[in-house]
């Protein structure tokens, strides 16, 4: 049966950034449980990738399954209608975000969200009669997702998506900011000089907080959310945080903002927000932002997604947020402690850097993405390379030893990749 649904999938089945003439290698995977999973040929993988840094309490939780099963109500259209885990979602999500942050919109996927998040901008400009202000500020090294208006915030020549230049809203674009430690001062003379030569044009400046992700997997200096929280309030911008990858603890902090003590205007939040077992994400923004957008033109936010506030899984994010927050924080003990291993574990490493539970391995050349998960794979761990990084996001329940031979892993496909 597997090898007839693997030549099925090799012929019909498309999957993320892969060639459908010429596909890269598919695994057939059969069940998961913990950190591992299970292939078809019973070869168990642990997972250092948390399923795209989505499954960040590993798999099988008897906490989330048993919020999958007690559902009634699996979904019902979000237009005139609400349910309770939506609402209840809503109020949890309002309790954990930085403060001020109170207005929640319920999306189906992350790329959603960042949609959502620049359409408020956008209408929260027009709202204050600066319809003119129709771009958007951000940083190179930047990745917000795969749609239109999230490529056209992704880096125009390493996000991805340069074929669509042209095609894209040309947005502004400030240089990376620098690693912590590094020049901030002079890195924030060129922020500043870009947003006050584009400041009748830009509605706001959107960036991934701390940690930049499949953009190049970037750390940088919190003191630089600082400087772009001055500058949105010196010339009316709206600052938006894609705490997508970032949220729910991943860098140390619940919040990645919250290294450099900054609220935002608007936030997107997904990925782990369901700890990985539905799709769901949310933008959520202060009350300020909610009044401007209801003094635009239309009145009213233009987005409805079908599967907005579906309840089976605001359910089961519920419940994961309920495992994270167990024991008054018991997330901040987990990456701690994956993080202080994967410091060690990866010491000696080249280009390495880490930050929280996350572990990069930068190469000086593109990584052989087939070779390098192959020899991963052959310590007994899932990987995903990319460009020329090898990295790893674990599940913050994994064991000592799980991020140990994760780290052997990350060594062995930077190797040979």
């Known amino acids: 049966m597997s090898e007839h649904l693997l030549a099925y999938d090799r012929e019909h089945v498309w999957h993320p950034y892969t060639s459908m003439t010429d596909p890269t290698p598919v695994r057939m995977v059969t069940g998961a449980s913990g950190v591992r999973l299970r292939l078809d ?3 168990e993988l ?19 399954d048993a919020a999958v099963r007690s559902v009634d109500l699996a979904h019902v259209m979000f237009g005139g209608l609400t349910n309770a885990p939506a609402v209840r979602l809503a109020e949890r999500l309002v309790s954990l975000a930085p403060a001020g942050l109170e207005r929640v919109f319920l999306a189906d996927s992350g790329s959603v969200s960042v949609e959502v998040a620049l359409k408020m901008a ?12 129709r771009r958007m500020l951000t940083v190179r090294g930047g990745y917000h997702g795969d749609t239109f208006g999230c490529m056209s915030v992704c880096d125009p020549d390493g996000g991805m998506h340069s074929m669509w230049a042209g095609l894209l809203p040309e947005q502004v674009f400030a240089p990376r900011p620098p690693a912590p430690g590094g020049d901030v001062e002079g890195w924030a003379a060129d922020f500043r000089r870009l947003a006050a030569e584009h400041r009748d044009e830009v509605a706001a400046v959107i ?33 938006v945080l894609d705490e997508i990858a970032t949220g729910f603890g991943r860098t140390g902090e619940l919040w990645a903002a919250d290294h450099a ?11 782990a927000l369901s700890g990985g077992y539905l799709t769901l994400a949310a933008a959520m923004c202060t009350d300020e932002v909610a009044r401007g957008i209801s003094d635009s033109d239309s009145g009213v936010l233009m987005h409805g997604p079908t599967f907005m506030g579906n309840a089976l899984a605001c359910t089961v994010a519920l419940a994961s947020l309920d495992l994270l927050v167990t024991d008054g924080g018991g997330w901040a003990a987990q990456v701690a402690r ?19 539970a996350v572990g990069v391995v930068q190469l000086d050349h593109p990584v052989d993405v087939v ?23 674990p599940p ?5 030893a799980d991020v140990d031979q994760i780290c052997r892993a990350v060594a062995r496909a930077a190797e040979v990749g």
Do not use: N
């Open 396 to 400: 913050y329940v994994a064991t000592d």
């Open 261 to 271: 003590g900054v609220v935002p205007d608007v936030m997107c939040v997904g990925k």
């Open 338 to 356: 994956v993080g202080a291993r994967l410091t060690a574990g990866l010491a000696g490493l080249p280009g390495v850097r880490t930050l929280g």
């Open 207 to 239: 960036v991934e907080p701390v940690l930049q992700g499949a953009g190049g997997m970037w750390v940088y200096d919190p003191a630089c959310l600082r400087v772009m929280r001055e500058v949105t309030d010196e010339h009316g911008f709206l600052l």
């Open 46 to 64: 642990v997972d250092g990738m948390s399923s795209w840094w989505a499954a960040i309490h590993g798999y099988g939780r008897p906490e989330l």
């Open 122 to 133: 956008l209408q929260w400009q027009r709202g204050r009669g600066r319809p003119e202000r």
């Open 371 to 393: 070779k390098a998960t192959q020899a991963a794979a052959e310590e007994g761990v899932w990987l995903r390379p990319f460009r020329d990084l090898v990295y790893t996001m």
């Open 41 to 43: 040929d019973g070869t």
